[in-house]
């Protein structure tokens, strides 16, 4: 094969685009973006029109087709613990099509899927295959397309559908910077049915989710659909390595949210980050919505969920490393966000240090219709009621582009750097829920540009407890049946429930054993 070249670059072609789908050929120069593929010089001012695939083809030939074209010939995934389904392969050339399929019990139920190609567990992503995803009816009908051409990947969130069996067909694509040609590699998909009639049991014993003993590490991109898995940077015992990057997208059954719990946190101060997104979203894309960005040693409060799908991710520089963070994901009912103080609307501009009692208050780093000044440093600490936990709703976000800026702006406590936010995310971040009553927001920059900043909204919200209490009494003899006796008791700030059930024999020898755990979550 010739090298890849182009009119502007020379021999060597350094591609195009950011973020996930930016590209360049393998016989190029594509050491710095995230997707390679084979070319057929169909890009923009190539010096170079051979057809890579088909001279690798013609010595090597191509790997067997591992899945059937076709939705009726589609490879059954059976369901595991009632509701998940995954599987694996490989697209051997941009013109293959591999089917798989799922068959759903009851009418009235739910589809919910994440097909991702492989990636690079550090540095670029590397992947060569751009996902396309379709999702067909028992009587073949194409049902949806997930084809988002500022990602790879692609997802099917909470689809409506009957009794039958369902195909998922996957094939490489284009992107909006470079064709389908050379657009082949490996795929997983991983996904959930929630069956009609099912019911879905929110608890936080242990003893009700699926055994996990072994966390599912830090790894390319690895869905999480079983309620209760347990996820970490590194092994036990070891700390996790420099320019890491992994993600584990979460789906929840229908109804429910994702929470993540954090068991263990250990990372660079201000410099390794662990990270919940709100959907299944591009990392290196702008304007992620994130619902939680944490650094430093404090223990997080639990996230939650906004719908059924989060994506969770982990990113370390060059530097310092440390024990790492181990994290457990459940599913559970949502948090109900209702504010239940009355607002306020006084503004506070950015100069000296502010504290901000008052549920309401507008922060801005200059009134608008300005700029923000040059080389401020400010801050506002916010002390919120007893019970109540800050919440930040970005009215406008917009920081300096300017190359090498050292604008940012974040949300801290004197430990942990909850929320950082600079020049790389062009878009307003999503609400901003904070774990602790006491907060800081920092907004620094220096005198390279400046633009029409930030304004944000802070609100107190509720912090909800839960406490869950069981306890079992098994009864046996030698002629009569077991029996047991159970109570569950939930409290929170709006809702207490209780509920009793009794079932006794006669002749018993009792053994008894008592659970207690308690928890403390964040809206």
């Known amino acids: 094969l010739s090298h890849d070249g182009s009119a502007s670059t ?32 169909d890009y923009a001012t190539a010096t170079n029109q051979e057809d890579d695939v088909a001279i690798i083809a013609r010595r090597l030939g191509f790997r067997p087709d591992d899945y059937p074209d076709t939705p009726a010939a589609a490879t059954s995934m059976a369901l595991s613990n009632t509701y998940f389904f995954a599987a694996t392969g490989m697209v051997h050339n941009h013109t293959d099509i591999d089917c798989v399929s799922v068959t759903v019990p009851a009418a009235g139920s739910y ?22 995803a379709q999702l067909y009816a028992p ?25 039958g069996t369902f195909a998922i067909c996957i094939s490489g694509t284009s992107s909006s910077i470079s064709s389908a040609y050379g657009s082949a590699g490996q795929w997983n998909v991983q996904g959930n049915v929630a069956v009609a009639g099912s019911t879905f049991t929110s608890t936080t014993t242990t003893t009700t989710l699926p055994a996990t003993p072994d966390p599912q590490l830090c790894q390319p991109p ?24 992994c993600s584990w997208p979460v789906t929840a059954p229908q109804g429910l949210v994702p929470v993540v719990t954090f068991l263990a946190f250990n990372t660079q101060y201000n410099s390794d980050f662990f990270g919940v997104i709100a959907e299944v979203e591009d990392p290196y894309s702008t304007g992620v919505p994130y619902l939680g960005a944490f650094s430093g040693t404090s223990l997080p409060s639990p996230v939650y969920g906004t719908s059924s799908i989060i994506t969770v991710e ?39 240090p502010f504290t901000i009692t008052s549920n309401g208050s507008t922060v801005w780093t200059n009134p608008p219709g300005t700029l923000y000044d ?55 971040p999503a609400v901003v829920y904070v774990p602790v009553p006491n907060a800081q927001i920092t907004f620094y920059s220096d005198n390279s540009g400046s633009a029409t900043g930030v304004i944000i909204l802070v609100t107190f919200q509720p912090q909800t ?19 047991s006796t159970s109570t569950a008791t939930t409290t929170s700030t709006t809702t207490t429930t209780t509920t009793t059930t009794t079932t006794t024999t006669t002749t018993t020898t009792t053994t008894t054993t008592t659970t207690t755990t308690t928890t403390t979550t964040t809206t």
Do not use: H
């Not at 406008?396 to 790389?424: E, G, P, Q, W």
């Open 465 to 483: 407890t839960t406490t869950v209490t069981s306890t079992s009494t098994s009864t046996s003899t030698k002629t009569t049946t077991t029996a």
């Open 374 to 428: 040059a080389n401020v440093n400010c801050q506002w600490t916010i002390t919120t009621p007893t019970g109540y936990l800050p919440v930040m709703t970005f009215l406008a976000y917009n920081i300096s582009k300017v190359a090498y800026t050292n604008d940012r702006l974040m949300i801290s406590d004197s430990t942990s750097t909850y929320f950082y936010f600079d020049s790389f995310y062009q878009a307003a």
């Open 314 to 352: 982990f990113s370390s520089d060059a530097m310092v490393v440390s024990s790492g963070v181990i994290a457990r994901i459940t599913f559970q009912l949502p948090l109900d966000t209702t504010t239940t103080l009355a607002p306020t609307t006084a503004p506070t501009r950015c100069s000296s």
């Open 139 to 163: 009587n073949g009908t194409l049902i949806r397309t997930s084809n988002d051409l500022s990602l790879t990947s692609a997802s099917f969130s909470s689809i409506a559908v009957g009794a």
């Open 222 to 245: 690895g869905a999480v659909l079983v309620n209760g898995t347990i996820i970490s940077t590194n092994p036990a015992g070891r700390k996790y390595q420099n320019n890491m990057y």
């Open 111 to 132: 589809i919910s899927a994440a097909i991702t190609p492989f990636y690079s567990a550090t540095n670029t992503r590397g992947n060569n295959l751009d996902v396309l």
């Open 10 to 41: 020379g021999e060597y072609y350094t591609g195009t685009g950011s973020g996930d789908t930016s590209w360049a050929p393998i016989m190029g120069r594509g050491f710095y973006l995230s997707v390679t593929k084979w070319s057929n010089g």
